[in-house]
């Protein structure tokens, strides 16, 4: 091994068909435009949407108390809670500000907002696709990385931002 600074900087090329990074400098935005309506007191903040390998990485941000939604992921997600708490009608356990929570391939679940919350966010990495089902599990809808890039365009032309405000995300 070479005696080398170990502040130098790697010295090879990238490969060339790499991707580029996303720096996201103020993931939790002031700026309310930034913040996609998914419904009534609930946006989301996307900060990777990789059409490449179809999932998503974004802040859910839900202001009001009660049931969020029912859904199923047939691939697994990532979730930490930057504030205020949540759970599953399915689970005895509270995710809460700090916490991590890992949803295996093929959970359905009821996201539940307890009383008393007046903000709950959280990063989430959705690989695939969401179902929304009812409690029998009939699909009702779906989301996945393109429904979410298309919600983002028509959302960041409406605020003046233009269509293509996405394209920093998409990878």
Not at 74 to 87: A, C, I, Y
Request: net charge negative; charged share 25%; with cysteine.
């Amino acid at each position: 091994m070479k005696d080398e600074n170990p502040l130098m900087p790697y010295q090879l090329p990238f490969p060339k068909d790499a991707l580029e990074e996303i720096v996201v400098p103020n993931a939790v935005p002031e700026d309310e435009r930034l913040w996609v309506p998914q419904a009534e007191n609930v946006w989301f903040r996307p900060l990777c949407l990789s059409r490449s390998q179809g999932y998503w990485v974004n802040l859910l941000r839900v202001r009001k108390s009660g049931v969020l939604s029912r859904h199923r992921h047939p691939q697994p997600v990532h979730g930490f809670v930057l504030k205020g708490r949540w759970e599953y009608l399915e689970h005895d356990w509270v995710a809460e500000e700090g916490g991590y929570v890992f949803e295996p391939p093929g959970e359905t679940h009821t996201l539940v907002v307890p009383e008393g919350v007046e903000e709950m966010i959280t990063l989430f990495q959705v690989n695939g696709v969401m179902c929304y089902v009812d409690p029998y599990g009939e699909v009702l809808g779906y989301e996945d990385v393109f429904t979410k890039i298309d919600m983002c365009r028509a959302h960041y032309a409406s605020v003046g931002l233009g269509e293509e405000y996405v394209e920093q995300f998409v990878r």
